[in-house]
């Protein structure tokens, strides 16, 4: 049973628009939440994250927004530039309790951004 | 070389091969971990490492046997493997154990077992 489900396996975008990438989960656990970046031949890459006492964060283009009551978490990236394309990972932690190391991740949104 | 390095990035073997993945981190590191991504599944973390002692051993198979000789340097030793065993192995480190603290990810080492 995936705890941590990323529905939209891809997004294409036009470069300059928003890109919105969605995040659902299911364990309430879950009280800290990452986004990372992979580009194919390379290791995912930290890219933001927010902890479960906020419901936004921000960080340049990126911005993340949590909503604790719908267990749902997107990823926006405006504007979009080519260099974003990419597989963006959601991943999750139970930050508070023992393990909290350990990452739940989502199978992946695979982003394209058209120039 | 910085950051998190992973040797061989791609290894075909056999069901009877032994062979070992080998990761090394430059960052400082005091954990490191193990995870596999199996074709259209999420990252899994297999093993994990703080100051060269196992803190987790997620369920798996005995097949795989990590060793870590020390906070830079962290292997998965590999023997009598599955087709089903085939997937990107991916090396990560972090400072500590700490949910806050970022994992930091090798390129990975992609295995096909025949």
């Known amino acids: 049973d995936q705890q941590v489900k990323q529905n939209s396996p891809s997004l294409s975008v036009q470069e300059g628009r928003i890109s919105i990438l969605n995040c659902d989960y299911t364990n309430s656990m879950f009280d800290y939440f990452l986004w990372y970046k992979k580009y194919p031949a390379e290791g995912p890459t930290f890219l933001i994250s927010i902890s479960s006492i906020k419901d936004k964060n921000e960080d340049g283009r990126f911005t993340v927004f949590l909503n604790k009551s719908a267990k749902h978490l997107s990823l926006h990236i405006v504007p979009s530039q080519p260099g974003d394309s990419a597989v963006y990972f959601c991943a999750a932690s139970a930050g508070s309790g023992a393990g909290s190391y350990q990452l739940t991740f989502g199978k992946g949104t695979k982003l394209s951004v058209i120039p | 070389e910085t950051g998190v390095t992973q040797t061989p990035r791609h290894l075909v073997m056999g069901m009877t091969n032994k062979k070992s993945l080998k990761c090394e981190q430059h960052?400082?590191?005091?954990?490191m971990y193990w995870y596999k991504q199996s074709a259209k599944k999420p990252l899994e973390l297999m093993f994990v490492?703080?100051?060269?002692?196992?803190?987790e051993n997620n369920s798996v198979p005995s097949r795989f046997s990590p060793e870590c000789p020390n906070s830079s340097h962290l292997f998965l030793h590999l023997h009598t493997l599955q087709p089903e065993d085939s997937a990107l192995y991916l090396c990560?480190?972090?400072?500590?154990?700490?949910?806050?603290?970022?994992?930091?990810f090798g390129p990975g080492t992609r295995l096909t077992v025949l």
């Open positions: 490492y703080s100051l060269e002692e196992r803190v």
């Open positions: 990560a480190s972090s400072l500590e154990t700490g949910f806050t603290d970022t994992q930091y």
């Open positions: 960052l400082g590191h005091n954990a």
